[in-house]
């Protein structure tokens, strides 16, 4: 069985500074993991994903999270924080499901980034 | 770009009404789910499809059925709608073939009212 943790619900940092959004995850297999940013009122959108190759994965944005087997973690930074990063950010974990195609996806509680002038 | 389309942002029914929430995506992708997304609970799944006519249960589907009869389509039905299932309605699309690394791409959602 799969799981994910993100240790914060709420971040607050003021523009300029840098981002940390932490993700603990389990998993019985070798997993993927993605991130997903939802804006207010709007779908989620793919921020980066880490599916076995480099452990450092670079996303959209400014954004980069690494891959940490040893701790089971997947947490997402970004060196400067943007006013429009203000945003809803899910850790999301993947695996077969059986001996199917499909990606079972399971998510992250979110944590809420907001970010101060 | 992949574009999934939810035809309503909200909507507001009443307890009992029999509710039909679609989702249509226009790149051929074989996946198609249903979530339901609640504060503090991230995404929860439904039910999803693999195919025309398939379906599968997920997480939480009580409650609820699915019909896919294009591979275009894929709709969210409430039977008998109850205010518990007042709620954001998330769909999404994924191509098949490559499992868990498949992207999912979503909706911008159905926000759900049942009074």
């Known amino acids: 069985a799969q799981s994910v943790t993100q240790l914060d619900s709420h971040v607050s940092v003021s523009e300029g500074t840098p981002v940390l959004l932490r993700c603990n995850y389990s998993?019985?297999?070798?997993?993927?993991l993605f991130w997903y940013v939802q804006h207010p009122n709007k779908g989620l959108q793919l921020l980066l994903k880490?599916?076995?190759?480099?452990?450092l994965v670079k996303g959209i944005n400014g954004f980069e999270a690494e891959f940490k087997k040893s701790e089971t973690s997947f947490h997402l930074t970004k060196p400067s924080a943007h006013m429009s990063d203000a945003a809803e950010y899910f850790c999301?974990?993947?695996?077969?499901?059986?001996?199917?195609?499909?990606?079972?996806?399971?998510f992250g509680q979110g944590t809420i980034l907001t970010v101060h002038p | 770009d992949v574009k999934v389309t939810q035809s309503s942002r909200y909507l507001v029914k009443r307890t009992g009404e029999k509710v039909f929430l679609e989702c249509v995506q226009d790149?051929?992708?074989?996946?198609m789910f249903w979530y339901r997304q609640d504060p503090g609970l991230g995404l929860r799944l439904i039910y999803f499809?693999?195919?025309?006519?398939?379906?599968e249960k997920g997480d939480i589907p009580e409650g609820y059925s699915v019909s896919r009869e294009k591979k275009e389509r894929f709709s969210l039905i409430l039977e008998s709608a109850s205010t518990n299932q007042t709620s954001m309605y998330l769909c999404?699309?994924?191509?098949?073939?490559?499992?868990?690394?498949?992207?999912?791409?979503f909706g911008a959602g159905t926000r759900l009212s049942v009074l």
């Open positions: 999404a699309s994924s191509l098949s073939g490559q499992g868990r690394k498949n992207i999912q791409y």
């Open positions: 998993s019985s297999y070798s997993p993927s």
């Open positions: 880490y599916t076995s190759a480099a452990t």
């Open positions: 999301v974990v993947s695996e077969n499901a059986g001996g199917t195609s499909y990606g079972k996806l399971t």
């Open positions: 790149m051929d992708h074989e996946n």
């Open positions: 499809s693999y195919d025309v006519k398939m379906k």
